[in-house]
């Protein structure tokens, strides 16, 4: 017994007519006569009976509208919940490239999936790869070298780093005056790189300013409030700050992290966004002024 044969049977019992109901549901009328035949046929009983108005139920047709009634509603109610079922995509990320990347990125996704559900937590890495592990995170996007034990890698994307200064700043003698400005987190990839290479060139401990977000970071730069060192990325347009190539610098990589026993493939969208977001910026980044 088909779920479309009770919707046509059910129509034709409320309009107590054929070919309205064939009207109604755009079919023909012998589509119509072929279901309740096969109705009938199915149950080895008549169900409706012509008459000069139309057609009418039988008894055992009175019957089968009640349970048809019962059998439509619950089909339409399961459809229902798997189709405005809210799919959702919880996205673990450091500051920097939440606050860099990650905004252009989601404005894609969601501009391609409005139906689906995001969260971004920002965290260290530390806890980042916890919460993978333990099923709080779909992925987790990092800097970091640090392999995701509980996870699986299924992006690298390169990512180069400028030392940045105040505007005013001409060359590299000048850098080692001011204070060096990074966030807090001790496992951050450019606070390492950045203090790596001050120990390589002085014997002295450098003044830190901690801040915890990259736009005050560039702000307190941009005023001559010290030096940093970001991505590339971060820096197109701006004209306020002066950036330095450092060869000696060591490169990072964005990479991106699945549960291991993660199937679903809401991050998959995700992940080829995110490589055509880098290419794009890769592309057109050697615009950057005072490089």
Known sequence: M?????????????????TKAAENMGYVQSNITAHIKKLE??????LLVRNNKGVALTHDGEK???QAEKIISLLDETSRSFKYRVKSLKIGATQTIAGYLLPQCLMKYKSKFPNVSISVHTLNQNILSSQLGEGQLD????????????????FQYPEELLLIAPASCQNLDEVIRYPIITN???????????????Y????????????????????LVSNGGGVSLLPKNVLC?????????????????????????????EYTALKNILEEQLKYSWQSRNKSPNT
């Open 184 to 198: 807090d987190i001790e496992s951050c990839p450019y606070r390492k790189v950045l203090l790596d290479w001050w």
């Open 2 to 18: 088909e779920s479309l044969a009770l919707r046509i049977f059910r129509e034709v019992a409320y309009v107590k007519s054929i």
């Open 237 to 265: 347009g701006r004209q306020d700050i002066r950036t330095f190539v450092i060869e000696e610098i060591q490169t990072t990589s964005i990479h991106m992290w699945v549960a291991k026993d993660n199937h679903s493939s």
């Open 64 to 66: 089968l509208l009640l």
């Open 139 to 154: 992925c987790i996007i990092t800097n970091s070298l640090q392999d995701i034990i509980q996870g699986k890698q299924v």
């Open 41 to 46: 046929a199915e149950l080895n009983t008549t």
């Open 200 to 219: 390589l060139h002085q014997s002295i401990l450098p003044e830190i300013i901690e801040l915890d977000t990259v736009e005050s970071i560039l702000n």
